[in-house]
């Protein structure tokens, strides 16, 4: 069974500063690997996402996030944050030997220091 | 409307109260599905419907009881339920079969069970 982790639950970054969100995966073939951001109060928007080609993606609101195979990794960037980047961050992995379930990591919340 | 939209946003019932959620999705998918969200656990897909039938019931209790009427409604019916089951529940939508299974969600109802 696929699975997905985000090893860190907290991180404190300053404003200005870069921030690099972890994300390992365990899945039996390529992925299609998303990430997602939850504000307070709020659903899940989605901010980029990886199924085939270049591995460094793109993303809304200058995040990127790159693939690495050898690594099982989906990291994402950002390289200098805003105040409004505070939020938590969720990685997922979809299974398309399971009906394309998406399987999330168990987030991690970014905090950010004026 | 646009999006993935919830009602109530907000809820607060007693144990023996039954109450109803509602999401309704303007993007013309047809594919919906619950989700539960508590603090400090990972997100966990409770309910999928595909075309209007139900594909998945991830052993999630009784009295909890999903209903489609279309592929654009979505509701979850909620009766004699826990103070466990005090949480956010997110409703998601998709197109599939598609490239990947790109979810969009609504804001979520914050539940609260006294």
């Known amino acids: 069974a696929q699975s997905v982790t985000q090893p860190d639950i907290h991180i404190t970054v300053s404003e200005g500063a870069s921030l690099e969100l972890r994300c390992n995966y365990s899945y039996g073939a390529t992925p299609y690997l998303f990430w997602y951001v939850q504000s307070p109060g709020q659903g899940l928007q989605l901010l980029l996402k990886?199924?085939?080609?270049?591995?460094l993606v793109q993303g809304i609101k200058g995040f990127e996030a790159e693939f690495k195979r050898s690594q099982s990794s989906f990291n994402l960037r950002k390289p200098s944050v805003h105040w409004s980047d505070a939020a938590e961050y969720f990685c997922a992995v979809e299974s398309r030997a399971a009906g394309n379930k998406l399987t999330f990591g168990g987030g991690t919340r970014v905090l950010v220091k004026p | 409307e646009t999006g993935v939209t919830q009602t109530p946003r907000h809820l607060v019932m007693g144990m023996t109260n039954k109450k109803s959620l509602k999401c309704e999705q303007h993007l013309g998918h047809n594919a919906m599905y619950w989700y539960k969200q508590s603090a400090k656990k990972p997100l966990e897909l409770m309910f999928v419907?595909?075309?209007?039938?139900?594909?998945e019931n991830n052993s999630v209790p009784s009295r909890f009881s999903p209903e489609c009427p279309n592929s654009s409604h979505l509701f979850l019916h909620l009766h004699t339920l826990q103070p466990e089951d005090s949480a956010l529940y997110l409703c998601?939508?998709?197109?599939?079969?598609?490239?990947?299974?790109?979810?969009?969600f609504g804001p979520g109802t914050r539940l609260t069970v006294l």
């Open positions: 998601a939508s998709s197109q599939v079969p598609q490239g990947t299974n790109e979810q969009f």
């Open positions: 990886y199924f085939s080609g270049d591995t």
């Open positions: 419907y595909n075309f209007k039938e139900q594909t």
